[in-house]
């Protein structure tokens, strides 16, 4: 038996630079309406802070109008980094969204700052923690959206009960390792930390424990994908990303920039170097090329789900590239896998 690939989206809500962050919104919720249409699983949504070109900071609230705006695809984070806000917090917030959009709502949670260490500090984080805590608030976290339990005094209302789905992110083997040993599903972040996919991969799969969540290991991967009518025209958009990372190591806002002919003007070797390892699991090209890549991808990791990171400069230019990888991914068979459950 085989089923085929399922593909999902996350969206950054990348800004254009001096554009208001409502035009970058609307893009959002244009590009979730189609890919509905187009048969993806879910519509993801990241969590920045502080970083000039990225309109993506209110992540649950984004969730919520871009769940408003559709009607069957599913719509969550990408994820809410949980150290950030308190567990009680964010139960209640997608204990609402569970209410207003029944079975559509996914939790995708992160141990990361998703900025740096003056809105650590904004946010009201202590400067010195690592993230060892993550395991203790995503059992609080749990708690909270779990079945009510004898004796607890703090109540989530909404979203005690509320079940959401949780999937732990990650780009190293921290959040593997946990969501293995939690039995719950697992998004590895190739699109900006690929060096490590292969082991986490490995790591979630042989120690992953069955739970009342999930019986078998499910293995998700985002990676940057751009899907057009030849190679050469793909690696031209591809520039757009490209210079995206060259700009956030030089500390430089990240707004979308127009294409380029070449990038060698652009960069430093270091930089190139650089940009390149960041962006080394990306596939660029045509149809062919993109199926190739995907087929390769998905078997060498034994990936369940593959989630698209598609960032254009030109809207009509995200359309095509998203509604081509659904094509794509339509023939692309990949063994059976149990579905995740309620």
Not at 20 to 45: C, F, N, T
Not at 79 to 98: D, I
Not at 155 to 176: H, M
């Amino acid at each position: 038996m085989s089923n085929r690939l399922a593909v999902s989206v996350l969206d950054l809500v990348g800004m254009r630079a001096g554009e208001p962050a409502g035009k970058a919104i609307a893009r959002s919720v244009d590009l979730a309406r189609h890919v509905e249409q187009w048969g993806y699983k879910r519509y993801w949504l990241a969590e920045h802070h502080a970083i000039s070109g990225l309109a993506c900071s209110a992540t649950s609230v984004l969730i919520g109008h871009v769940a408003g705006a559709t009607k069957t695809i599913r719509v969550g984070s990408g994820g809410v980094m949980l150290p950030n806000h308190a567990p009680l917090v964010v139960a209640e917030q997608f204990g609402t969204l569970e209410a207003m959009y029944p079975g559509r709502i996914d939790l995708g949670l992160g141990r990361a700052p998703g900025g740096d260490f003056h809105t650590m500090r904004a946010l009201r984080r202590d400067l010195r923690q690592t993230g060892d805590d993550f395991p203790a608030l995503l059992e609080e976290l749990q708690t909270y959206l779990g079945p009510e339990k004898p004796g607890q005094v703090v109540r989530a209302i909404p979203g005690q009960g509320a079940n959401v789905p949780i999937t732990l992110l990650g780009s190293s083997d921290f959040s593997a390792r946990l969501a293995a040993t939690r039995g719950l599903p697992f998004a590895f972040a190739a699109h900006f930390a690929p060096e490590h996919l292969y082991a986490a991969a490995q790591l979630y799969r042989e120690n992953f424990k069955p739970s009342e969540v999930l019986r078998e290991p499910y293995l998700m991967v985002a990676v940057q994908v751009i899907a057009t009518e030849t190679d050469s025209a793909a690696r031209r958009l591809f520039t757009t990303p490209q210079q995206r990372f060259l700009r956030l190591i030089r500390n430089q806002p990240v707004e979308l920039l127009p294409p380029v002919d070449s990038m060698e003007p652009l960069w430093q070797d270091w930089e190139r170097e650089a940009v390149e390892n960041k962006l080394s699991a990306a596939i660029v090209g045509s149809d062919a090329t993109v199926k190739t890549g995907l087929e390769k991808l998905v078997g060498q990791i034994e990936a369940n789900e593959v989630i698209v990171v598609t960032d254009t400069y030109e809207h009509a230019d995200r359309l095509q590239s998203y509604q081509r990888v659904a094509g794509i991914a339509a023939l692309i068979e990949v063994k059976p896998t149990v579905a995740l459950e309620a």
